[in-house]
Nanobody, 123 residues
Framework: QVQLVESGGGLVQAGDSLRLSCAASGRTFSHYAMGWFRQAPGKEREFVAAIRQGGDFTVYADSVKGRFTISRDNAKNTVALQMNSLKPEDTAEYYC????????????????WGRGTLVTVSS
C-alpha cells in the first residue's frame, strides 16, 4: 500500500501561482511513477501531469503545458506541482496518484490515489 496526502490548495486569483505537494508513505516511493489529476465540479477526472520514477521524464496535458511543472524528491518521498499563470478553468479538486507503470498514469489511471486538495481560481 502507498498512502498519499496532498496539500497546498487554496483560493487564488487568475494569474497567480500555487504549489501543490504530495507526501507519500508506505512502499518504496522511487518505484512508482507519480501523477497529478484534477476533477472540476460536474466533470470527469482528467490527467494533468506525470513524472517517471527517476524524475527524468515528464508528461503534461496540453491544457497545462508551459504553465505547470511536476517534480519529485525521492529522498523526501514527495511530488510537487508548481502551477503558474492560473486560470479560472484550472479550478478543481487536485489528486496525487502513484502507479508502477507510468503509462497507466498518462492514460488517466493509477494504483493509488490521494484524497485531493481543492484549488479555486477566481477571475
Amino acid at each position: 500500500q502507498v498512502q498519499l496526502v496532498e496539500s497546498g490548495g487554496g483560493l487564488v486569483q487568475a494569474g497567480d501561482s500555487l504549489r501543490l505537494s504530495c507526501a507519500a508513505s508506505g512502499r518504496t516511493f522511487s518505484h512508482y511513477a507519480m501523477g497529478w489529476f484534477r476533477q472540476a465540479p460536474g466533470k470527469e477526472r482528467e490527467f494533468v501531469a506525470a513524472i517517471r520514477q527517476g524524475g527524468d521524464f515528464t508528461v503534461y496535458a496540453d491544457s497545462v503545458k508551459g504553465r505547470f511543472t511536476i517534480s519529485r524528491d525521492n529522498a523526501k518521498n514527495t511530488v510537487a506541482l508548481q502551477m503558474n499563470s492560473l486560470k479560472p478553468e484550472d479550478t478543481a479538486e487536485y489528486y496525487c496518484a502513484a502507479a508502477l507503470n507510468m503509462n497507466i498514469v498518462v492514460n488517466n489511471g493509477a494504483d493509488y490515489w490521494g484524497r485531493g486538495t481543492l484549488v479555486t481560481v477566481s477571475s
